[in-house]
């Protein structure tokens, strides 16, 4: 009983903070990254019913798994949002050298 309050307030303060993000921090997403979270929310949302009516809810099953794979595409763009960010840090770096040893600085 104690845990199933614990992951029930676990689930729903995710939602909220899920609901925070895309609300008020969308610009900061790519679209990978909104639709991952959004399915996790949803499916975070979800399993409060799948914790407490355990086989007898409608969404045992099904819940979990949009949580996981909006987890797995929230992360999966995020990931790709870091690479591409890193890549262009190392070109622009190497830029930098170049034009700083073209005038005789490195």
Request: no cysteine; aromatic share 10%.
């Amino acid at each position: 009983m104690m845990f199933d309050i614990i992951n029930s307030l676990g689930r729903l303060i995710l939602t909220v903070v899920v609901i925070v993000k895309l609300s008020q921090y969308r610009g900061t997403m790519n679209a990978i990254e909104r639709i991952g979270l959004g399915l996790m929310g949803g499916g975070s949302f979800l399993t409060v019913a799948v914790i407490w009516e355990r086989e007898t809810s409608p969404f045992e099953g099904w819940s979990v798994t949009v949580l996981t794979y909006g987890a797995i595409l929230f992360l999966a763009g995020r990931t790709a949002r870091d690479w591409r960010h890193a890549q262009h840090n190392k070109v622009a770096a190497r830029e930098a050298r170049e034009y700083l040893r073209g005038r005789g600085k490195l």
